[in-house]
C-alpha cells in the first residue's frame, strides 16, 4: 500500500468512490451490477493520492478479509451479492439542455443517428459543461461538448434517468436533439499531415538555397558510386587494350625471328 492509506483507510475511501457517491465522479453502474475497471482507474487518477490502486490493491484488501462492495472481475468491478445495484429513477422534468464529451473524429455518427451506448447500458450526460469536458478528457485530450436538448427528447418519449445531482442517463437521444459546435473543416489528422509536408517542403528549399556550402545527401553518394563503377569499366577495357597490344607484338617478333 501507498504511503498515507492504510488497508482500512483504502478500502472505506474506494467504498465512498464506487458505491456511495459515484456519479460526484462521473460513475454509473449498469443493471447487472457491473462497471467497466477502467472507468474506475481514470476517476481514480484525477486524485494525486489515490493514483497508486491497481487491480492487484482491491485483490490484497480481499485477501486481509476487509470488505468492499465490488470486486475485479476480467476487467469488470463487480457489485457482491449483498450489494444490489442502484436504481437510477426517470424523471418527468429533466434539465432542458445537457452534455455529452465527444470525440471530434466520432461525431460524424452521432449526427446523422444520434446517441446511443455501446459497450454501457446508458449514456452518461452531464448536468454542466465543465463536468462533461473533465470526463472527456480521460479518453480523449481535446473532446468536444455536444449539448443535448434532454427536455426535448424526454417530451417525445425519451426517458432521462437521474443518476446524481449533476449526472444523467439515457438509453438513447435522437440525432435532432443534438446541438454540435461549430468545427473546422479540416480534420486533426489532415492537419497534421499538412504540417509535416509543409516542414518536409520547407527543409528542402532551405538546402536549395544555401548559398557557399555543400550539403551532402543520399543522390550524391549515388553519383559518386557511378562513376567509380565506370571508372572501374573504362580501366578493365583500356587494360584488355593493352593487353592484345602486347600479344600482337610478341607474335611479330617471333615470325621474324624464325
Not at 460513475?27 to 493520492?49: C, H, R, T, V
Not at 432542458?96 to 452518461?124: D, K, M, N, V, W
Not at 485530450?141 to 424526454?154: H, Y
Not at 538555397?209 to 557511378?226: A, M, V, Y
Request: with cysteine; glycine share 6%.
Amino acid at each position: 500500500m501507498a504511503g498515507r492509506y492504510n488497508p482500512k483507510t483504502l478500502a472505506r475511501t474506494l467504498t465512498y468512490v464506487g458505491y456511495h457517491s459515484p456519479a460526484e465522479f462521473g460513475l454509473f453502474w449498469d443493471p447487472d451490477g457491473s462497471m467497466p475497471w477502467k472507468e474506475f482507474y481514470w476517476a481514480l487518477q484525477e486524485d494525486p493520492s489515490l493514483r497508486f490502486v491497481r487491480e492487484g490493491h482491491l485483490k490484497e484488501l480481499a485477501f486481509l478479509g476487509i470488505q468492499i462492495p465490488f470486486r475485479v472481475q476480467a476487467g469488470f468491478l463487480r457489485l457482491k451479492d449483498e450489494f444490489p445495484p442502484p436504481q437510477y429513477p426517470s424523471i418527468p422534468s429533466p434539465p432542458e439542455r445537457l452534455f455529452y464529451p465527444c470525440r471530434q473524429r466520432h461525431s460524424a455518427f452521432p449526427r446523422e443517428h444520434g446517441l446511443s451506448p455501446t459497450s454501457r447500458s446508458f449514456i452518461p450526460l452531464f448536468a454542466e459543461k465543465d463536468f462533461a469536458m473533465a470526463i472527456g478528457k480521460r479518453r480523449h485530450a481535446e473532446p468536444i461538448i455536444v449539448e443535448v436538448l434532454s427536455g426535448k427528447a424526454s417530451a417525445r418519449g425519451f426517458p432521462v434517468l437521474q443518476a446524481g445531482p449533476a449526472l444523467y442517463l439515457m438509453y438513447a437521444v435522437p440525432p435532432d436533439c443534438l446541438v454540435f459546435p461549430r468545427l473546422r473543416e479540416d480534420h486533426p489528422q489532415d492537419i497534421h499531415e499538412k504540417k509535416q509536408h509543409n516542414k518536409k517542403e520547407s527543409s528542402t528549399k532551405k538546402e536549395a538555397q544555401t548559398p557557399g556550402s555543400f550539403i551532402l545527401n543520399i543522390s550524391h553518394l549515388d553519383e559518386l558510386q557511378r562513376d567509380r563503377v565506370s571508372q572501374k569499366e573504362r580501366s578493365g577495357k583500356k587494360r584488355d587494350k593493352e593487353s592484345d597490344w602486347k600479344r600482337a607484338s610478341r607474335k611479330e617478333r617471333n615470325k621474324r625471328t624464325l
